[in-house]
């Protein structure tokens, strides 16, 4: 990374911790002022909306994985959040008796699948680094190989 780029993304770091610390005071007064039950309208297209969501970033991991492992990482990441905020809005929005079929859900497809896309993401970037390394080597060899056995012109 150059040194310009290394100074925009610790710049950029530092902006999102302090993100982060503004978010602190903002969660607090939202638990305390919002009720704790809320009519939505919509919220069969919000809910449908979000699934083809998922489906989107589910069908992108799977051509990611099988076809530019280049932009695997970012899918299977991009995924395991959907999946993770997936099973905390189900078993948090979920009334009654219904609410056991969500936690058995989140626990045993979306939690697990997650978990496994964080696994992919972690493993597509090794893969990637690797492949770099190797070509970067491939590259210097290259670069240092056997002299030419050209002759040299003679001078007119």
Do not use: N
Not at 64 to 88: H, Q
Not at 105 to 133: D, K, M, T, Y
């Amino acid at each position: 990374m150059l040194t310009d780029e290394i100074r925009v993304v610790r710049w950029i770091g530092r902006l999102f911790a302090l993100f982060s610390l503004l978010l602190l005071p903002w969660t607090a007064y939202l638990a305390r002022s919002l009720p704790s039950q809320q009519v939505s309208t919509h919220y069969d297209a919000a809910w449908a909306g979000f699934d083809v969501l998922l489906a989107l970033a589910l069908a992108g991991t799977a051509y990611f994985a099988l076809r530019r492992p280049g932009y695997l990482a970012t899918a299977a990441s991009a995924t395991a959040t959907l999946l993770v905020v997936d099973a905390w809005f189900d078993v948090l929005t979920t009334p009654g008796v219904q609410r056991i079929e969500s936690v058995l859900l989140a626990a045993l497809v979306e939690l697990p699948l997650a978990a496994v896309c964080i696994w992919l993401s972690w493993h597509a970037q090794e893969l990637e680094e690797r492949r770099i390394v190797l070509s970067m080597r491939r590259r210097s060899r290259s670069a240092s190989g056997p002299p030419s056995r050209r002759r040299p012109r003679p001078s007119a």
